[in-house]
Nanobody
């Protein structure tokens, strides 16, 4: 059974940093991608970043977070991280981990990030 468990959200002041984690379990295929999405208050869910879990994977980012967020992985721990720096109030959202496989789309439960002074 595939499970994605996010953690690391919280309250942070503008300009601050947070690191989110997504622990992945139950996936048996070797090659897959992990995405981070977010849903800001009153808005549709939007894609944030992507990483390929193979060794030659290169990350990709939405324009709104490029240069501030960094996605990385630890294959031994089967965990994907989202390092978020220079956070802005508009980054306030529920952040979700997402894995698309050939037979289903998997989502975590989400973790709340609030950027406020």
């Amino acid at each position: 059974q595939v499970q994605l468990v996010e953690s690391g959200g919280g309250l942070v002041q503008p300009g601050g940093s947070l690191r989110l984690s997504c622990a992945v379990s139950g996936i048996t295929v070797r090659r897959f991608n992990v995405n981070w999405y977010r849903r800001r208050p009153g808005k549709e869910r939007e894609w944030v970043a992507n990483i390929d879990m193979t060794n030659d994977g290169s990350p990709d980012y939405s324009e709104s977070v490029k240069g501030r967020f960094t996605i990385s992985r630890d294959n031994n721990k089967k965990t994907v991280y989202l390092q978020m720096n220079n956070l802005k109030s508009e980054d306030t959202a529920v952040y979700y981990c997402h894995v698309p496989l050939w037979n289903a789309l998997y989502w975590g439960q989400g973790t709340q990030v609030t950027v406020s002074s």
